[in-house]
């Protein structure tokens, strides 16, 4: 189908016109960027460039005038297009594609369950149980042919057995197992678990050695003790303390009262141990 039937002719005339005013504009700019701007001629300078930006923006004006005149018919054509043309080729793309992904995927997944299938099965004959076909990370395409995505299956298998006959190896092996079959990688694996090792023996040398340092400090010490000679005891005199007399004076009066309450005074003299006549 041929795409002549489209023809456009308007724009190039617009683009002669523009050509020919060119050497105008640039005759027009030279002249103005020749002044040479001073304290006595910043004035003109200025009125050029007033000059130039007003002429620049009366061509602007005019530039968005036939940007509107080319643009309306062309928004015009634009959405008959689009009805008659490309609508329609993008509807039987869409259309197209879906059918053909549909037929790819059915491809695709047929493909992935006949390597899974093997996949499995070579594992079992290795005696692994801790990986799955997702850990592999074979990628199942249309142009990968089966017997290379089984030889992606196998090698990735025996890489595992390879990293469990070097951990069978190891001192540390049960404890590297553990931190293998999180990452599938043999080397953190190894360097991890024996690098805790080396930590934890370390650790223990250095609590041990404290200890002893400790016990000997004390040993030293109990040493040092028992070999000072024994204190004398000291002998202390009872003090013998004498009561201290205190002066007595003598206080001469009358009382003139009843004669219950001569008795209460009477009383009171007698029980507080005091001598009178």
């Known amino acids: 189908m041929s795409t002549e039937i489209i023809a456009v002719k308007q724009l190039p005339v617009i683009v002669e016109q523009l050509a020919q005013v060119k050497e105008q504009?640039?005759?027009?700019?030279?002249t103005a960027t020749s002044l040479v701007c001073t304290e006595?001629?910043?004035?003109?300078?200025?009125?050029?460039?007033a000059e130039l930006n007003a002429e620049l923006k009366a061509w602007e004006e005019k530039r968005k005038e036939v940007k509107n005149a080319v643009m309306t018919p062309y928004e015009k054509f634009e959405a008959v297009y689009k009805d008659c043309v490309s609508d329609t080729y993008k509807t039987a793309d869409k259309e197209l594609k879906q059918k053909i992904d549909s037929v790819e995927q059915e491809l695709k997944d047929k493909k992935a369950s006949a390597v899974k299938e093997y996949f499995?099965?070579?594992?079992?004959?290795?005696?692994?149980?801790?990986?799955?076909?997702?850990?592999?990370?074979?990628?199942i395409t249309l142009s990968a042919t089966m017997k290379n995505l089984k030889e992606q299956a196998k090698a990735f298998i025996d890489k595992i057995g390879d990293d469990l006959a070097l951990i069978d190896t190891q001192e540390h092996k049960a404890e590297i197992l553990v931190e293998y079959k999180k990452t599938l990688n043999v080397s953190a694996a190894i360097t991890g678990v024996n690098a805790r090792f080396k930590a934890i023996e370390e650790e223990k040398?250095?609590?041990?050695?404290?200890?002893?340092?400790?016990a000997a400090e004390e040993q030293h010490?109990?040493?040092i003790t028992s070999a000072l000679p024994?204190?004398?005891?000291?002998?202390?005199?009872?003090?013998e303390v004498k009561p201290v007399e205190e002066k007595k004076y003598t206080l001469r009066f009358t009382v003139t009262a009843t004669k219950d309450k001569l008795r209460e005074l009477k009383?009171?003299?007698?029980?507080g141990g005091y001598k009178y006549e």
């Not at 040398?205 to 404290?210: D, F, L, T, V, Y």
């Not at 009383?267 to 029980?271: M, R, S, V």
């Open 230 to 239: 024994e204190p004398e005891p000291k002998i202390t005199q009872p003090v």
């Open 205 to 214: 040398k250095r609590i041990e050695e404290a200890e002893e340092r400790k």
């Open 25 to 30: 504009v640039i005759q027009r700019v030279a």
């Open 267 to 271: 009383t009171f003299l007698d029980n």
């Open 40 to 49: 006595e001629t910043v004035k003109e300078v200025k009125k050029a460039r």
């Open 120 to 139: 499995n099965e070579y594992l079992e004959s290795m005696n692994i149980d801790f990986v799955t076909f997702e850990q592999a990370g074979i990628n």
């Open 221 to 223: 010490i109990a040493e």
